[in-house]
């Protein structure tokens, strides 16, 4: 039989399949069918105990060195796993480490005898090792951009800005290889807390001299309770349950499967007709239209709650026309955020004048009253005219450049960046163009600072304003603004290397003035909700207070 025949063949026993179903399903009522097929469908779930997600992006990469978005981090949660973990109340919990130490500045990590790789080797405390000084090795290419993260760590930043040439005196070493050592520069008390952050995960030694190893399913060797089998670009992505695993007996899913489609609607879509078991963020998008009506459908799927996250916009403060202070003050006070909020985003958000949000500990009134009277400056469409004529004069122009907004492919960005653009049209007059990029070439030409404003978004890596704050910094991996200020490190230092909580905060709070109050680098625009929907045979989602997804421990459920 040639292969036309065959094709036709198969479409016409198709159809006749789906003849016979429809007919079988027309004899109850359309409720008793509906019930039943949901019945069905969780039930053959729960018995095979795969879990079908969508990305709303490509991971830009699957090596923990070089992750930084949201996307990268739910994946490679699903595949490695640090020395601690964070439970579904946030609180840190033993992971590789089963128990530890502390005494002032030295900490001392007991590894499980149990800890294994993917491929069956143990886990060392040699491997923690090495995956540290990777990233703070200076001739690791790219340059890890949380590299500034390990800097608690004594003599991390100078081994790092090259002060220092010997990795030895970097303050972690494997004592033996189920013992690990680490010094700090400064007392941390959100230590534990980084030590379960990507960053800090360990990577296996075979990486060594194979620098595509985090794309190719048969080289990412992995620790934890997942392991990549798939991996096809632009389309999707799956990880099977690691039998290897420390703790691999309360992993209840099988594979997790992931497509990887960047349009709201169509991830909607796919979760109404059941391909889906979960959507939203932070790894998918709902669209804005949608929520109203899916308050309704499915009130008991939908969840929309604040999280520890910011909404914001950056200016490339080292090329005109936001070389200026005055014309980035113009453009942020030209907008106003509960517009954009009750008109636009529609999730309750709340509006942002700061860096840090609520939800952090340590954030409150002492930290920052949020009141855009009092905090960054209120919203003025007339003194943002009297600004941007200001900067213009200042700049030596006569009127502004073309401009261009850049945000990643996402149905949500473009709605708020034309919102905004027309905004900074009625009120500024500025004629500006709004462009998607691909997520990966969003972020590399951010962090080349090939763009004039660029959409971002942060949410918490530990709870502590710091983990905001430190960003900015002249030497951080994630300052995509070019904005530096001796001052402002100078502040973040002081905050490092201090135990009072209060002179911490009282430093923080300086250099967030210098960073949006003095020299508008970032224009806020909300504080995040997280929008979601589950169905409800999936048990055991978390979303942590950062908006972090962490799907290892979920149960799928009889109906």
């Not at 294994?116 to 491997?127: F, L, Q, Y």
């Not at 207070?545 to 459920?557: E, F, H, N, P, S």
Request: glycine letters at 6%; proline letters at 5%; charged letters at 25%.
């Amino acid at each position: 039989m040639n292969r036309k025949k065959l094709l036709v063949l198969v479409t016409l026993l198709l159809a006749l399949s789906t003849v016979l179903a429809a007919c079988g399903q027309n004899n109850g009522n359309a409720g008793s069918t509906n019930q039943g097929n949901a019945g069905t469908q969780s039930d053959k779930l729960a018995a095979d105990q795969t879990f079908h997600i969508n990305l709303a992006s490509e991971p830009p990469t699957l090596d923990p060195a070089q992750s930084q978005d949201n996307v990268s981090s739910a994946v490679l949660r699903t595949l490695f796993e640090g020395l601690t973990l964070k439970d579904k109340d946030g609180n840190i919990v033993p992971g590789v480490a089963e128990k530890w130490e502390q005494k002032g500045k030295e900490y001392t990590f007991h590894l499980r005898s149990d800890a294994k790789w993917s491929n069956g080797d143990p886990v060392t405390a040699k491997d923690f090792e090495f995956a540290w000084k990777r990233v703070l090795d200076p001739a690791t290419v790219p340059a890890p951009p949380y590299a500034y993260q390990l800097y608690y760590i004594k003599n991390a930043q100078a081994y790092n800005e090259k002060k220092i040439t010997d990795a030895s005196q970097v303050g972690v070493k494997a004592v033996d290889d189920k013992t690990l050592k680490v010094t700090l520069e400064n007392e941390t008390p959100y230590f534990l807390g980084l030590t379960s952050f990507t960053t800090y995960y360990p990577v296996h030694q075979s990486v060594k001299n194979n620098p595509k190893w985090a794309a190719d399913p048969s080289t990412l060797i992995s620790n934890g309770p997942f392991k990549l089998t798939t991996w096809t670009t632009g389309q999707a992505l799956e990880v099977e349950k690691s039998d290897k695993y420390w703790d691999a007996k309360n992993i209840t899913l099988n594979k997790i499967t992931a497509s990887i489609v960047d349009q709201a609607a169509t991830e909607v879509s796919s979760y109404k007709s059941g391909q889906l078991d979960l959507a939203g963020q932070p790894i998918g998008e709902i669209p804005t239209d949608q929520i109203a009506s899916l308050k309704s459908e499915v009130p008991n799927e939908l969840t929309i709650k604040g999280i520890a996250s910011t909404y914001y916009y950056l200016f490339n403060t080292t090329t005109k026309p936001f070389d200026n202070v005055k014309i980035r003050q113009a453009f942020t006070k030209a907008i106003n955020r509960q517009a954009l909020i009750d008109n636009v985003t529609l999730a309750n958000q709340l509006p942002a004048f700061g860096l840090v949000p609520p939800g952090i500990k340590g954030v409150d009134k002492a930290y920052r009253e949020e009141n855009p009277d009092t905090v960054y400056g209120k919203e003025d469409a007339n003194e943002a005219k009297t600004l941007l004529t200001e900067g213009l004069k200042e700049s030596g122009l006569t009127k502004l450049p073309k401009i261009t907004l850049i945000y990643n492919t996402n149905d949500n960005h473009k709605k708020l960046a034309l919102a905004i653009v027309d905004m900074w049209k009625q009120t500024l007059g500025a004629e500006v163009t709004v462009q998607n990029q691909e997520w990966g070439v969003f972020l590399q030409n951010r962090r080349n600072l090939n763009y004039q404003v660029a959409r971002a978004g942060f949410g918490a890596d530990y709870d502590d304003p710091m983990t905001f704050i430190d960003m900015f910094t002249s030497t951080s991996g994630n300052n995509d603004t070019g904005f530096k200020n001796a001052e402002y490190d100078k502040l973040v230092k002081e905050a490092y290397s201090s135990n009072d909580n209060k002179a911490r905060n009282a430093a923080m709070k300086k250099a967030e003035d210098i960073l949006i109050k003095d020299n508008q680098v970032i224009l806020p625009i909300y504080y995040y909700t997280n929008i979601q929907l589950v169905k409800p045979y999936v048990k055991d989602v978390i979303v942590d207070y950062a908006g972090q997804l962490d799907i290892t421990r979920v149960k799928l459920m009889e109906h």
